[in-house]
C-alpha cells in the first residue's frame, strides 16, 4: 500500500545454474531478519524470495548436463534451493519462479504496456556480452584475462572472456528516463542506500543512460516477447519482473494495491539493475517505483567476493550442522555491518558462539533459570520494593526495546543486535553484583531475592521477544521456558517488556550447546578463547582453531571448496 503502512520486502531471485553458498544465504537472512521484526511488531508484511531460471546460462549448463532447462531448474529448486530456506529458518511469504505461468503471462502483458506507449523499437546491436553476468559490457568493464584466458579481454566480475555479439532486438527507450531517475534519487536519497551505493548509481546516472537491448534471437530459453516470438526477453528485464508479478500485477489488483512498493534488498553487485533498469522500467509502465533499494556489501574469502564461479563458495549446511541455523543468523547479522563487506572465517564464527551466544546470552538464561528452580520451585516471585539497580535493568529493557526498532527502520541490523546486547550485558552485570546466590543464604534478603530473580526473569522475556526475529529457535525455547503466554511470535515486539507468563518456569536445556573445536578441546570459555582468533571480540588465539566440522580456516575453504557443485557452472 503506497502510505507506507504495509511492509513488502524480497531478496534478489537467485541463478539456479548452481547450488546456493553462504552469500546468498546471507541475503535470505538479513531480508528474513527484518520480515519477522515487522511481522512480530504488527506491521502487515510480505515477504517474497525465489529463482532466476531463464536465460542463456541457465541454458548452457542445462545443456552440459544432458538435461532439458526446466528439468535443470526443477531439479535445482527442489534438491537446493527451496531446502535452504528450511536450513536457515527463512520465512518466506511467497516463493516465485520465473517459469512460474502468473510469472511469463505477467512479464508480457507488462512489455506489450509498454510497447503500446511507444517505449519499445528495435534496432540492432552490438556488443560484448558476459553470460555470467547475463549483461551486456563497455569496453571499460573489461580487464586482461590472466593464466588460460592470458591475451583475451574477461569480465572484471567472473575473469572469464566475454562473447562479441551482434543482434537485431528490441530496445527499451531508457534514455528517456535519465533525468527522472536523478530526480528521484534527489527527492528521495533514501531511494538507494547505503550511501556509498547511492554515490555510484548517481554518478552512473548522470554521464546519461542509453537505451536497453531487450530481447534475445540466438536462443529461445526465456519468455516470448508477445508479438514477436521469435525474441525472448532479456533475463534481466524478466527477473526484474518477478516483484510485481508475485505481488499479483496484472491478475489480482486487491493484492497488488495493497502491497506494491516493495523494499528490496539485494547485494551491491546487482544494486545497479534494482536501482536504474528496474524504476525505470517502472515510470515508463506509470506504476509506482520501489520503496527502497538497499545494496549490502560482500562476503568476501581471501579478500574476494565468495563466489560459485570463482569455487569459493562454503554451503550453508557446513556452518549450519555444526554451530545451528540460530548462529548462522547470528554471526552474519552481528559480525558484519549491513551495508559493508565482511569476511567470513570459521575462527571468528566459532569466537563469538562460544563467547556471545553461549556465554553471554545462554548462560545468562540457564543461570537464572536454574535460580528460580532451585529457590522458587520454578514459581516466578513476586517483587517486594525496587532499588536503583531494578529500576536501571527496566529502563535499559525499555531503551533498547525503542532503540532497537529504530535502527531496523534504518536496516542497521547489527546496530539493533549491538542494542540488544547492551540488555544481555546489563543482566549479566546485575546477576553478578546482586549475587542471588549469596541473598539465597540469608533468610532475612528474601525480599531482594525475590524482586532480583523477578527482575533478572523480565529482562530475560524482553530478550527473548527481541531476539526471536534473529535467533527464533534458541527464542522460542527460552519462551517456552519462561512460561511465555502464547505463540512468541505475536508478543507485540515494540512493546516486549509487556511480555507475560504464565508465573512458572521450567527447566532449560543449553540454549546453545558446546561446539568440538579442531582440537579437540570442547567449547567451554577457555577453549573459546583458544579458538578465537582476530575476530574483534575475540581473544587471540593458535592457527586451525575452529569448528571441528568446518575446514579450519578460510585458507582451507578457498582450497577445497565446501559448494559442490551440481553440474558444469557454465558462467
Ligand atoms: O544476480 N556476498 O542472481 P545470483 C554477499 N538472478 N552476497 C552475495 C555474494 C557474496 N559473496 N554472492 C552472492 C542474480 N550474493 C540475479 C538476480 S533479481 C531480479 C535477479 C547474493 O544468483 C547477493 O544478494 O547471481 C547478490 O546480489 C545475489 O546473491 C546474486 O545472486
Redo the contacts with the bound molecule.
Sequence with gaps: MSDGSSFYIT?????VNDVP?I??A??EVAADVLARWHRQAGDPTWFLTGT?EHGQKILRTATANGVTPKEWADRLVETAWQPLLATIDISNDDFIRTTDERHEVNVQLFLQRLFDAGYIYTGEYEGFYCVGCEEYKQPSDLVDGTGLYEGQQVCAIHSKPVELLQERNYFFRMSDFTQPLLDLYEANPNFVQPESVRNEIVSFVRQGLTDLSISRQTFDWGVKVPWDDTHVVYV?FD??L?YITAAGYGYDDEKFERLWPATHI??K??AR?HAVIWPAMLMAAGLEVPTQVFG?????VGGE???KSKLTGIAPNQITDTFGSDAFRYYFMSAINFGQDGSFSWEDLSARYQAELANGFGNLASRVIALVNRYFDGEIPNPGVSEGADERVRTVERRVVAEADEAISRLAIHEALSTIWQLVDELNGYITAQEPWALAKKPEMLDRLQTVLFTAIRGLGTLAVLLSPIIPEAATKLWTTLGGVGDITDVPLRTAYHWETDGKVWPLEPLFPRVETIDGSDGTAAAAASAAPNGPKGPKAPAGGGAKRGPESIDAATKAPAVHPVGTDAS
Aim: hydrophobic share 45%.
Design positions: 531478496t534478489p531471485i537467485f541463478y553458498h552469500g546468498h546471507y541475503t532466476d534481466w527477473a526484474l518477478n539485494v547485494g553487485d546487482i539493475f549490502h556489501g560482500w562476503l568476501l567476493k565468495m563466489s
